[in-house]
């Protein structure tokens, strides 16, 4: 029966829904059929993992949080599939930083682009930034090279979900601090990236942008958080405060220095010895 027939008792009850939303972006031309592929590649992680968002995360969430409240010129990168399974997440995020987003895919259609812009403007975006064939970064060949000259070009820090590993390592090597989510501590791009949130885009993004609002408006139980307890691997000074909301995130008061190799490790770890589960 159809996912959305399902109760919401059903134990499967979140993943089936997510799948249904997948579904949906590539009936409207928001998802390439590609994309249920990687889709149902995550989602065996995802089930390893418990389906739960695990300590790792919700300390790569709060660093993240820091990193996008600290950022001058942040953007938001998204395809198909973040588009498909969070818009408007992806919007109150955008809100929430005052990051700008960019719509960037991997198979070429001018169409398809046109229709992830329709969905984020129907979820509330103010402004949709749009790749044109003007301005590229380095490192990278294929179509996902092509940047918008407000967005991505300049970006110190760009947040993108669900990423292939290869742009990631470009937007690196363009000088980006990269923050993902993906669901395989093993993947190249979360290998890559400076702060990689192992969890499922559905449940992560609520809690990044709880995160990033608890920032903005100094709602804090945890210490000010200097300089020197930024991101190694991001190479990012901030000066801000923790968040630690006792009803969602955890509290980090004694927590460490944030590792980016230790969160994958960590990760990794959880889907060898199954205490995801």
Known sequence: MPASDVPPTHPRYLSLITRERI??????????????????????????????THLFAHEAIAEAAKVLKAARHPVISVNG????????????????TGAKLEVNIFHTSAEREQAIRNMLLEAGAREVLMPGRTHAIQHIEHNRKWVHPEGILIADVV?????????CGALVQNGKTVITVDLNPL?????????????????CLPLLVQAVQALNTGTTDNA?????NANA?????????????????????????????????????????????
């Open 233 to 277: 691997n991001a190479n990012v000074n901030v000066n801000v405060n923790v968040n630690a909301n006792a009803n969602s995130l955890p509290d980090r008061t004694h927590a460490p220095l944030y590792s980016n190799s230790r969160t994958l490790a960590e990760a990794e770890r959880t889907l060898r010895t199954g205490t995801g589960n």
């Open 159 to 167: 947040f993108v979900p669900l990423e292939d590993g290869d742009r």
């Open 23 to 52: 579904v949906a972006g590539v009936e409207r031309g928001v998802t390439s059929p590609h994309g249920l592929i990687a889709h149902g590649r995550g989602e065996a992680f995802d089930y390893l993992l418990g389906e739960a």
């Open 224 to 228: 000010n958080a200097n300089a020197d």
């Open 187 to 203: 993947s190249r791009t979360a290998k890559t990236a400076q702060i990689t949130i192992v969890d499922n885009l559905t449940r």
């Open 81 to 96: 599939n973040a588009c498909a399974l969070a818009a408007g997440d992806l919007v109150a995020l955008a809100g929430a």
